[in-house]
C-alpha cells in the first residue's frame, strides 16, 4: 500500500502508451479483410495470364527486339554505341580467351596450354599472396582439368579477368571521384544502391537486345554487376580517411594532387583491396549466369545440366566454379594482407630474396609456357587424366539412389510443405481480387514502412500489372515471402547465437564467408540432387543462398548491443532468455531489419535463379525469354517485374530500416561494406 | 637543399618586431556567415542569440591580436570557445569569413592557393592534438614528410629529419611506426615534422590534451627547451590553464569566441578582466605566478633605507626568504624607482589565499554562482 501510494506522489507520470501499437491493428484488420475476400471472391479478377499467353505489350516488345535485329546496322546509334562498346569489350574477351582458352588456328590450342596457364598463375599468386595461396592455386587450376572441364574453366577465367580489368578501369578512377567530390559521391550512391538491388538475371535480356549475345554481352553484363563494390568501396575508403590526418598534411602544405597519392589513396588502400575482392566475385558469380546470353564456360554447363536436369554434370561443373570462387577469393584477400604487411616488414634483405625467389620462379614459368606450346599433353588437359565424366556418373548414381531410397522423407517433407504452406500462401495471393491484395500491401508498407515505401509500392505494382505479369508475380512473392520468414528464422536463432558468443563466430564465420562467395547457381545443385525440380527446391535453395548475409549482419548487431546495457540486465538478475529478448535483440532491431532487407534481396534473385530448376512464375518467363524469340517480350516484362517486386521490398524494407535507427541509433552502416551481394570480409 | 633555409636560426632580431597580426577576425559556420561578420545589428547579441536567429555557429568573433617575433602567445579557453577555429584560420585550413591576418606584414588572407602552401611548407607549421601523423610511414618518413612535398629529394631530407629527430629526443625510433609507439612519443614525432621544415613560427592546437599527466609535463619541459634554444614564436592553443601559465609570455582568454582579456599570466591573475576570467584563475596558486607589483603597500612613514630591497618583477613564492627574513618591509623596485613595500604580513595574505576585501567579494558571488550551477 505504501509503495503504491508513494509511486502514485513520486513517479513522473508515465507518457501516454498503447499496449498494441496501432499499426498492428490495422495489419490485422487488412488481413482479415484479406482473408475473407478470398473466400469470397476465390478466382476473381486475379489477372491471370497462362505461360504461354502474352499480351500486346509483350508482342510490341517482341516487335522492338525484330526491329533491332534488322536495323542495328543501319542505325547511327546501335553502330556508333553499342556496337562499338561491344567490338571494344570483345577484343579484350577476345585476347584473353585466345590466351587461355583456343585460338583458331589448327587444334585450336590457346596460345598458353593447362601447363603453362598453371605455372603462370600460381606464380602470379605467389607474387601478389604467398606461397599457401600459391599452392592453392595450382591444386585449383589441375583440378579444372581433372574435372575434364579444364576449357570451360579458362573460358570463365578469361571472361571474369576481362570483366575485372574493365571494372577496375572505370571504377577505380569514379570511387576516387566520389570519394573526394561529396556531389559526385550523392549522385552516385543511389545509382549504386539501384544496381546493386537489380537481381542479376535483370540485366540479361535488354543487354542482349542492345549487345546480342555471346562473350562480349557476357562480359559487359559482368561489368555492370561487378563495378558497385569498388566504386563504393574505393569512395567509402577515402571518405573514412580521419579528418586530423588529412587536415595535418594540409598545415605541411600540400597540394590537392599531393594529399591524393601521398595521404588519401595510401590510406583508403584496405578498403580498395576489399572492393576488389567482391569484385572479383561478383564477376564470378555474374560470369556464371551470363550463360544465359551465351556466355560460354563453367555456367553453360551448369545451365545445359539444369535443364536437362543431369544433376552429376552439374554438379561437376558447380563445383569447378566453387572452387575458382574459393582460389580467386583466397588469392586476393592474400594479396590485401600482403600490402598491408609488406610495408611493415620488409627488409632490403627480404625484398632481394623474395625478387630472386620469384625470378626463378618466372623461369620456370617460362619453360611451362614454352613446354605447353610444344607438347600437346602440356597444351591440352589429358583426356585419360580427367575424371569429372565418370564423377558425374556415379553423381547421378548416388542422386538417384538417394531420391529412391529416402524418397519418404524428402517427397513428405516437399510435398508437405508444398501442400501445407506454399500452396495457400500461394493461393492467397494468386487467388483473392487483386484490388484486395494491392490494399493489404499497402496497409503493411503505410505501418511498416511510412507513407513514401506505401507509394512507391504502389507505383510499383501498378507498373506489373501494367506489364500483365499480375499473378506471375505473386506467385514469385510467394516464395519469396516464404523463403524470407524462413531465412530470418534461421539467421536470428543462428545469428543471436553468434552475437553472443566469440567462440561460435570464430568456428561460422570462415564457412559463412565462404558460402557468400558462391554464385548463386551453384546452390541449386545439391537440392536438386535431393528434391528433384519444384518451387520447393527454389525455396530451399533460396534460404541457404540468402542465409549466410543475413547471420552475419544480426551477429554483427548483436555483437556491438553496448556491453553495459547486457551487464546491466544481468546485474538486475535477467536470465539469459530475458537478456535476449529483452537487451540485445531490441537493441539490435536496426541490424535484424537490415538482415531481413538483405535477406529478402539475396532470395529474389536466388527465387529467379529457381525458374531454372521448377521455380515457375517470372524466373521461368525470363529464362524462357532467354530461349524462344515469341517469349522474348514477355521475358524482358517478367524483368521488368521483378525489378518492381525489388525496389517494392527494397523501399518497404530500407524505410524501416531508417525507422529504426531513429530509434537505436547504429554507428556503422552495415549497407556500405555489405554490399547485396556475395562478399567477404 | 639550402643549408640556409634549414639551419635553425638563431633568436629574435628585435622586441618589437611582430610575426603575426590578426586584426577583427571572423568566423561564422553557416548560410548567412558572411551577413552576420558584417552586420552591426549583431553587435549586441550573444553567440547563442544569433545561433538561434539564423542557424549560423559564429566560432570567433572580431578578434585582433599581435605576436611579437619569438614570443610564445598562448590563446586559452574552454572547449567550443573557438580557440582551435582562430588558430586554424592564421594559415586559413579554416578560411575566416573576414578580417585580415598579417604574416611578417604579408597579407595572408589575399594569398593564391600556390603561395599559401609556400607560406604552409616554409614558414609556418602545426602540431596537432590528435598528432595527425601517417599510420604507414615509419618515423623518418612522417619526418621526411613536409620535405618530400616541397620536393626536397631523399638524402637531403632524410638528413634534415635526422636532425631533427636528435632534436626532439627520438633517436632510435626511426624505423617504428606510429602505431608502435605511445601517445607522447607520437607527439614528438608531430613535433619534429613541424621542426623539419624550419618554419618562422609554430601553432599548436592543444598538442599534450591527448597525454598523460606526467608525459604532458616533460612535453611541456621540452617546448620550453626549444623555444629557449632555437626561438621560435610559437602561438599555442590549450584549455589549460596550469600549462598556459607555464609556457606563455602572454595569454589570450577566449569565451563563445570572443576575446575576453589579453594579457601576461600575472596581469590575468592579478587584474582578471571580468568575473569570468577570475573564476579561471581563480585555482591558481597565486604566490606562484603573481609578482611583487600586485602585493606592494605604501611606502610607510620612516621606513629605513639600509633595509633589503627586490625588483617588482620577483614572483612572490622567490621572495618570501627575503621577506620572512627582514624585520622591517622590504622595498619593491621598478627599475630604480621605489613603488612600495611588502611586509610578512602580505606574503602570508597571498600564501593562506586571503585576498585583499574587493576580490573576496567578487570571489564569493562567484562561489554561489558556482553553487548555483551544480545545484
Not at chain 1, 591524393?260 to 566475385?281: D, E
Not at chain 1, 588437359?381 to 553423381?395: K, Q
Request: proline letters at 5%; a positive charge; glycine letters at 8%.
Amino acid at each position: 500500500m505504501a509503495v503504491t501510494d508513494f509511486r502514485r506522489q513520486f513517479a513522473p507520470r508515465p507518457p501516454r502508451q498503447r499496449s498494441i501499437p496501432r499499426g498492428v491493428y490495422a495489419i490485422a484488420v487488412a488481413l482479415l479483410v484479406w482473408f475473407v475476400a478470398w473466400r469470397m471472391f476465390n478466382g476473381v479478377w486475379t489477372l491471370p495470364l497462362q505461360s504461354a499467353e502474352v499480351t500486346p505489350l509483350h508482342l510490341w516488345l517482341n516487335e522492338v527486339n525484330a526491329w533491332v535485329r534488322d536495323n542495328r546496322d543501319s542505325n547511327v546509334l546501335f553502330v556508333l554505341v553499342f556496337d562499338s562498346i561491344r567490338i571494344g569489350v570483345g577484343a579484350v574477351a577476345a585476347l584473353f580467351a585466345q590466351l587461355f582458352v583456343q585460338t583458331d588456328v589448327g587444334l585450336q590450342l590457346p596460345e598458353i596450354g593447362w601447363l603453362g596457364v598453371v605455372a603462370l598463375v600460381t606464380w602470379v599468386a605467389a607474387a601478389v599472396g604467398n606461397y599457401r595461396v600459391a599452392i592453392l592455386t595450382a591444386v585449383g587450376f589441375t583440378a579444372f582439368g581433372v574435372l575434364g572441364v579444364f576449357t570451360e574453366a579458362m573460358w570463365t577465367f578469361a571472361l571474369t579477368l576481362t570483366a575485372v580489368l574493365f571494372s577496375v578501369a572505370i571504377g577505380l578512377p569514379l570511387g576516387i571521384w566520389a570519394g573526394v567530390n561529396k556531389r559526385v559521391n550523392g549522385i552516385l550512391t543511389p545509382i549504386l544502391d539501384f544496381m546493386q538491388t537489380l537481381p542479376s538475371f535483370v540485366y540479361l535480356a535488354p543487354l542482349a537486345l542492345l549487345f546480342l549475345i555471346g562473350p562480349a554481352s557476357a562480359v559487359i553484363a559482368t561489368i555492370i554487376y561487378a563495378v558497385p563494390p569498388i566504386i563504393r568501396l574505393t569512395a567509402h575508403g577515402i571518405r573514412s580517411v580521419p579528418a586530423t590526418i588529412a587536415e595535418a598534411a594540409d598545415s605541411l602544405g600540400v597540394s590537392k594532387r599531393q594529399r591524393l597519392m601521398t595521404v588519401l589513396l595510401p590510406l583508403a588502400r584496405n578498403s580498395m583491396v576489399v572492393g576488389l575482392n567482391q569484385t572479383v566475385m561478383a564477376a564470378l558469380a555474374m560470369v556464371t549466369i551470363a550463360a544465359l546470353i551465351a556466355g560460354p564456360g563453367l555456367g553453360q554447363l551448369v545451365v545445359q545440366a539444369l535443364q536437362s536436369l543431369n544433376v552429376g554434370r552439374a554438379f561437376v561443373a558447380g563445383f569447378a566454379i566453387v572452387v575458382m570462387a574459393i582460389v580467386l577469393d583466397r588469392v586476393t584477400t592474400a594479396a590485401s594482407r600482403r600490402a598491408e604487411l609488406s610495408a611493415r616488414h620488409s627488409t632490403p634483405l627480404r625484398r632481394r630474396r623474395r625478387i630472386i625467389a620469384l625470378g626463378a620462379g618466372l623461369l620456370v614459368v617460362a619453360a611451362a609456357v614454352y613446354l605447353s606450346r610444344s607438347v600437346l599433353a602440356a597444351a591440352r588437359f589429358p583426356a585419360e587424366a580427367a575424371v569429372g565424366e565418370a564423377l558425374g556418373a556415379r553423381i547421378n548414381d548416388v542422386s538417384a539412389g538417394f531420391q529412391n531410397t529416402f524418397s519418404v522423407f524428402t517427397a513428405s517433407l516437399k510435398d508437405g510443405f508444398t501442400i501445407r504452406v506454399i500452396n495457400p500462401f500461394q493461393g492467397l495471393l494468386t487467388a483473392t481480387p487483386f484490388l484486395v491484395v494491392m490494399l493489404v500491401i499497402l496497409v503493411i508498407a503505410v505501418t511498416v514502412g511510412g507513407i513514401r515505401a506505401a507509394v512507391i509500392s504502389t507505383i510499383c505494382l501498378l507498373l506489373i500489372i501494367a506489364v500483365g505479369l499480375w499473378e506471375d508475380a505473386m506467385i514469385t512473392l510467394a516464395s519469396t515471402l516464404i523463403a524470407t520468414v524462413i531465412t530470418m528464422a534461421l539467421a536470428l536463432a543462428v545469428g543471436v547465437i553468434m552475437g553472443r558468443s566469440d567462440r561460435v563466430d570464430r568456428w561460422l564465420r570462415p564457412g559463412l564467408d565462404a558460402a557468400q562467395t558462391m554464385p548463386a547457381f551453384v546452390y541449386l545443385v545439391p537440392f536438386l540432387g535431393l528434391f528433384g525440380p519444384s518451387r520447393f527446391t527454389a525455396i530451399v535453395a533460396a534460404i541457404i543462398y540468402a542465409a549466410p548475409v543475413a547471420i552475419k549482419i544480426i551477429a554483427e548487431g548483436i555483437a556491438h548491443v553496448s556491453a553495459e546495457a547486457v551487464e546491466a540486465a544481468q546485474s538486475t538478475g535477467a536470465s539469459p532468455w530475458q537478456t535476449i529478448s529483452k537487451v540485445q535483440i531490441p537493441l539490435a532491431a536496426s541490424s535484424i531489419t537490415l538482415a531481413a532487407n538483405q535477406g529478402l534481396i539475396y532470395v529474389l534473385s536466388m527465387v529467379v535463379v529457381g525458374g531454372l530448376v521448377g521455380g515457375g512464375a517470372l524466373g521461368y518467363a525470363v529464362v524462357a525469354g532467354f530461349s524462344q524469340n515469341a517469349l522474348f517480350g514477355k521475358g524482358l516484362a517478367a524483368g521488368v517485374a521483378i525489378v518492381l517486386l525489388g525496389i517494392m521490398l527494397d523501399r518497404i524494407t530500407q524505410a524501416a530500416v531508417a525507422r529504426r535507427r531513429r530509434i537505436v541509433p547504429v554507428t556503422r552502416r552495415v549497407r556500405d561494406v555489405t554490399a547485396p551481394l556475395p562478399v567477404t570480409h | 637543399m639550402s643549408a640556409t633555409t634549414l639551419t635553425p636560426t638563431a633568436s629574435a632580431t628585435s622586441d618589437t618586431a611582430v610575426d603575426f597580426a590578426v586584426r577583427n577576425l571572423w568566423k561564422v559556420f553557416g548560410a548567412d556567415a558572411q551577413r552576420i561578420a558584417s552586420d552591426p545589428s549583431f553587435t549586441g547579441h550573444s553567440a547563442a542569440e544569433i545561433l538561434e536567429e539564423t542557424g549560423c555557429v559564429t566560432a570567433v568573433r572580431d578578434i585582433s591580436f599581435d605576436v611579437a617575433h619569438g614570443e610564445v602567445f598562448v590563446v586559452m579557453g574552454l572547449s567550443g570557445s573557438g580557440k582551435s577555429t582562430l588558430v586554424r584560420c592564421l594559415t586559413r585550413l579554416i578560411e575566416p569569413t573576414s578580417g585580415q591576418v598579417m604574416l611578417e606584414g604579408q597579407d595572408i588572407m589575399k594569398l593564391g592557393a600556390k603561395e599559401l602552401r609556400e607560406v604552409r611548407r616554409r614558414r609556418v607549421s602545426m602540431v596537432f592534438q590528435h598528432f595527425g601523423l601517417l599510420p604507414f610511414r615509419n618515423v623518418l618518413d612522417n619526418i621526411a614528410f613536409g620535405l618530400e612535398i616541397r620536393g626536397i629529394g631523399t638524402a637531403a631530407r632524410y638528413e634534415r629529419a635526422r636532425e631533427v629527430i636528435d632534436l626532439v629526443g627520438l633517436h632510435g625510433y626511426e624505423e617504428r611506426f606510429p602505431d608502435q609507439l605511445s601517445g607522447g612519443m607520437q607527439q614528438r614525432v608531430g613535433l619534429a615534422r613541424a621542426l623539419a621544415s624550419d618554419p618562422d613560427v609554430l601553432l599548436f592546437d592543444e598538442p599534450f590534451s591527448a597525454l598523460d599527466p606526467l608525459i604532458r609535463r616533460d612535453m611541456q619541459a621540452e617546448v620550453i627547451r626549444l623555444h629557449r634554444d632555437m626561438g621560435k614564436t610559437m602561438v599555442f592553443i590549450t584549455h589549460d590553464l596550469s600549462e598556459a601559465l607555464k609556457l606563455g609570455d602572454r595569454i589570450l582568454i577566449m569565451r563563445n569566441g570572443e576575446l575576453v582579456q589579453i594579457g601576461t599570466g600575472d596581469e590575468l591573475v592579478g587584474a582578471p578582466a571580468d568575473d569570468y576570467v577570475a573564476d579561471f584563475v581563480s585555482d591558481v596558486d597565486r604566490t606562484q605566478v603573481l609578482t611583487l607589483r600586485w602585493v606592494v603597500a605604501p611606502v610607510p612613514e620612516g621606513l629605513p633605507t639600509d633595509g633589503p630591497g627586490l625588483p617588482a618583477t620577483t614572483v612572490i613564492v622567490d621572495a618570501i626568504p627575503t621577506v620572512l627574513g627582514s624585520t622591517v618591509p622590504v622595498r619593491v623596485f621598478d627599475g630604480d624607482t621605489l613603488i612600495g613595500v611588502v611586509d610578512r604580513d602580505a606574503i602570508l595574505r597571498e600564501i593562506m589565499g586571503v585576498k585583499p576585501a574587493a576580490v573576496r567579494h567578487g570571489g564569493a558571488s562567484r562561489a554561489g554562482a558556482r553553487a548555483g550551477r551544480v545545484g
